[in-house]
């Protein structure tokens, strides 16, 4: 079971997103809040899962509450709730420490899934999505591509197929390892890197010119 709070400042998106959610045997709904202050009151108290984050709300956005979740020891991911037209917005949320987003349009199964998938670290969302979003707005390294010193030269290696968007699968079968040898690396890179998830590896293989936009490793 994996547990779950949503936050928006519109109760009708709450009402909508619960509705959905209750009916999905694997997510418990267990709190609702309608700004980011709340938020992290609610997450400090119910230790969810997963935080399902609007972006724009009053008091305190989706962006700062999610930065300050991620610097706690919840452990709760942050899957943002978008629309259309908040590029901007998406990027400086996962910089922040989100691990995903979603468009609030999405549909139930979509939905369940992502959740379910956060919540196991799994690479939720569309990679090839967030690839473009940060080529569109990462155009030099922002990041000491020194910090990427501890890496191995295969871990370097499945990193770049990672910032690419590639899935352990499909990097396996492009340098002719198993799946579960890439998931080993994998852990290992997050672990040497500080880095929470896959999602937050596919910034920082951006912000540190390990692949730049244009020129994707």
Same mark, same amino acid.
């Given at each position: 079971?994996?547990? @779950?709070?949503?936050?928006?400042?519109? &109760?009708?998106?709450?009402?909508?997103?619960?509705?959905?959610?209750?009916? =999905?045997?694997?997510?418990?709904?267990?709190?609702?809040? =309608?700004?980011?202050?709340?938020?992290?009151?609610? @997450?400090? #108290?119910? #230790?969810?899962?997963?935080? +399902?984050?609007?972006?724009?709300?009053?008091?305190?956005?989706?962006?700062?509450?999610?930065?300050?979740?991620?610097?706690?020891?919840?452990?709760?991911?942050?899957?943002? +709730?978008?629309?259309?037209?908040?590029?901007?917005?998406? @990027?400086?949320?996962?910089?922040? *420490?989100? &691990? *995903?987003?979603?468009?609030?349009?999405?549909?139930?199964?979509?939905?369940?899934?992502?959740?379910?998938?956060?919540?196991?670290?799994?690479? +939720?969302?569309?990679?090839?999505?967030?690839?473009?979003?940060?080529?569109?707005?990462?155009?030099?390294?922002?990041?000491?591509?020194?910090?990427?010193?501890?890496?191995?030269?295969?871990?370097?290696?499945?990193?770049?197929?990672?910032?690419?968007?590639?899935?352990?699968?499909?990097?396996? =079968?492009? +340098?002719?390892? &198993?799946?579960?040898?890439?998931?080993?690396?994998?852990?290992?890179?997050?672990?040497?890197?500080?880095?929470?998830?896959?999602?937050? =590896? @596919?910034?920082?293989?951006?912000?540190?010119?390990?692949?730049? %936009?244009?020129? %994707?490793?």
């Amino acid at each position: 079971m994996t547990s @779950v709070v949503i936050i928006d400042d519109q &109760s009708l998106v709450r009402a909508g997103l619960r509705m959905i959610l209750d009916q =999905a045997p694997q997510v418990e709904v267990v709190g609702e809040a =309608a700004d980011g202050r709340q938020a992290l009151d609610l @997450v400090a #108290r119910a #230790r969810p899962d997963v935080a +399902l984050m609007d972006i724009r709300m009053p008091v305190m956005d989706g962006i700062e509450a999610t930065r300050r979740i991620a610097g706690t020891d919840a452990g709760t991911r942050v899957l943002m +709730l978008t629309t259309f037209g908040e590029d901007r917005q998406v @990027v400086d949320a996962l910089r922040a *420490g989100a &691990s *995903g987003f979603l468009l609030k349009e999405v549909d139930p199964p979509d939905l369940v899934h992502a959740i379910t998938g956060v919540a196991r670290g799994d690479a +939720l969302l569309a990679p090839t999505i967030v690839r473009r979003l940060i080529e569109r707005f990462t155009a030099a390294p922002t990041r000491d591509p020194a910090l990427l010193a501890p890496l191995t030269a295969r871990e370097r290696e499945i990193l770049i197929q990672l910032t690419r968007g590639l899935s352990n699968d499909e990097i396996a =079968a492009k +340098l002719f390892i &198993s799946p579960a040898t890439v998931k080993t690396h994998v852990t290992r890179i997050l672990t040497k890197l500080g880095l929470r998830d896959r999602t937050q =590896a @596919v910034v920082f293989g951006y912000e540190t010119g390990l692949v730049t %936009p244009g020129h %994707p490793g």
